[in-house]
Structure formats: C-alpha cells, structure tokens
C-alpha cells in the first residue's frame, strides 16, 4: 500500500486556509495585525505583539504556520515572530543575519521559508534560509541583483520567486527560488512594468501573482507567475493604485492584497480569485498603514 500523504505535508505546497497582515507604519512604527478568514474576510486590529516596525517581510514555513521578521523599528533589525497555526503571533526572537529592511520572504520546499534582499547602508542581495521549526539561519551569500522594497511568493507548490524592487533604479528583475533553498541569478527578461514597492501572493495552488507599486506614479498593475516560474505581461490594473502593500493567500488556492499608501495608509483589500482574477476594492478594515507585511497559516 502507498502511505496517505497528508495536506500541508513538506512534499507538497502548504495550502493554508487563513492569513494575517501585520505591522507597518501609519507613520508611526505599529505591530498591529488583522486576520484574513477563508472568505477573504479581514478582521478588525489585533493589539500588536512584539516589536512595532515597519519594511517587513513575512511568509509561510512549516505547512501551516507563518513568519515576519526584520524591518525597521529605532534602527533596522533581524527580529522575527512566529505566527502559530492558530493566527496567534509571537513574543520577539533574536535576530539572525544581517539587520536590514524592505526583504523580501516567500516559502520554499513545501515548509520552509527565505527572507532575501533588503537594504542596510545600501543594497543587499543576501538570504536567510528558514527551518520547517520557524529557525532562521545565518547569512547566505546574495545571488543576483541587490535591491530591496521587492516582493516573493511560491510556484509550483514548492519553489518561490523574487521579483521587482529598488535601489538601482526601479527593475523587473526576477530571481527563482529552488525547493533546496537555491537562488538563481538574475532572470534575463521579464515582461512586466519596472516597480518598487509591489506585493506578490500564491494562487491557484501552484502559481503566483506580482501586483501594485510605484513605476511613473504608483500603479495596481498585476503579474501572473504560472507553475514553471514565467512572470506574464502586465495585466492592467483593478483597484486603488498604491505603492506598499502586502499580500497572501487564503482559502487554500486564493489570495488577497491588502493595505498601502496613495499619499496616506490606507487599508483597503482586492481579493484574487484561483484563476488570478483581481477583484475591485472591497473596504478597508483596520488601521490604514503601509510598508506592512503578510502570510498565510493553517
């Protein structure tokens, strides 16, 4: 007989059912959070736990829980908190590697995670690998362009992708994420709009979704990622244009992009639906702010 693999298992993409946006600025440095419910429902604030920042990054690790850590608080920091499978959020752990803010985060081989990129006394290009237990590593030597404000999510169940960003001028530059943990240098060619500031999402169980940022001016321009890593041509854009947001999935094969800055926070979400359709703008709930963070859990 052949075992029964279970969901979320490390051999298969984690196909978490709720999310959670945390922390940001408004512009003073928060550690708010709302919870996402398998509808696409964002719940009202959550008091914050641990240290109030923002220039986050978060993802998921260990089939149903998630992550943030580093940004910027008094100074940057390598700071994380687990997020139990529960949408419970943790007291703070030490950081690890280099302090920096603006990385990027997104799951990798099933349950783990990486923070890459990101920006202390200029651009960096190094990563941080994250154990299925929530540990992070030391420093991994940077592959690819450094930059930062740039986004992530997971392909193809258990790979990610990093893509766009700051720092060199605004760039559409996408570096691919194996199931081992491995980043690959600078893709050639991507077709979307050069931005910063954007946030990228899992969708459809095994692909992914870039959108929003500043280009000319800040734009709602999406980007689907399909399951072999290929980043499509700009799809135009539905929504309230801004610039530093957050997005995750929910309900196992959607995702939702929420919160921002237009000139102000704002808290709006647009939900995405499993065939990567952005949705309009559904009101905001919670505390507007921007430069937040998001992942998905259980």
Do not use: H
């Amino acid at each position: 007989m052949f075992p029964i693999i279970p969901a979320n298992s490390a051999t298969g993409a984690s196909a978490n059912s709720e999310g959670i946006f945390g922390y940001g600025g408004t512009p003073s440095n928060t550690a708010v959070t709302n919870l996402v419910s398998n509808a696409g429902v964002v719940a009202s604030d959550t008091t914050g736990v641990g240290t109030a920042r923002k220039n986050v990054a978060g993802c998921e690790y260990g089939g149903d829980k998630g992550i943030f850590g580093f940004g910027s608080a008094a100074g940057v920091t390598a700071v994380t908190n687990l997020v139990s499978n529960a949408g419970v959020v943790g007291t703070d752990v030490t950081g690890v590697g280099t302090a920096r803010d603006n990385p990027g985060a997104c799951e990798y081989g099933g349950d783990k995670a990486i923070f890459g990129f990101g920006y202390y006394s200029g651009v960096q290009s190094m990563t941080n690998l994250v154990s299925n237990a929530g540990v992070v590593a030391s420093d991994t030597t940077g592959v690819g362009t450094a930059r930062y404000w740039l986004a992530a999510c997971e392909y193809d169940e258990d790979k990610g992708i990093f893509g766009f960003g700051g720092g060199i001028g605004r760039s559409a530059i996408t570096n691919l994420v194996s199931n081992t943990g491995v980043v690959a240098s600078d893709q050639a060619t991507v077709t979307g709009t050069a931005r910063e500031g954007p946030a990228a999402c899992g969708y459809g169980g095994d692909k992914g979704i870039f959108g929003f940022g500043s280009a000319a001016g800040v734009t709602a321009v999406t980007n689907l990622v399909s399951n072999a890593g290929v980043v499509g041509t700009d799809v135009t854009g539905v929504g309230t244009a801004r610039n530093a947001l957050a997005a995750c999935e929910y309900d196992e094969d959607k995702g939702i992009f929420g919160y921002g800055y237009t000139g102000s926070g704002v808290s709006m979400t647009n939900l995405v639906s499993n065939a990567g359709v952005v949705a309009t703008d559904v009101t905001g709930v919670g505390t507007g702010r921007w430069n937040i963070a998001a992942c998905s859990f259980n």
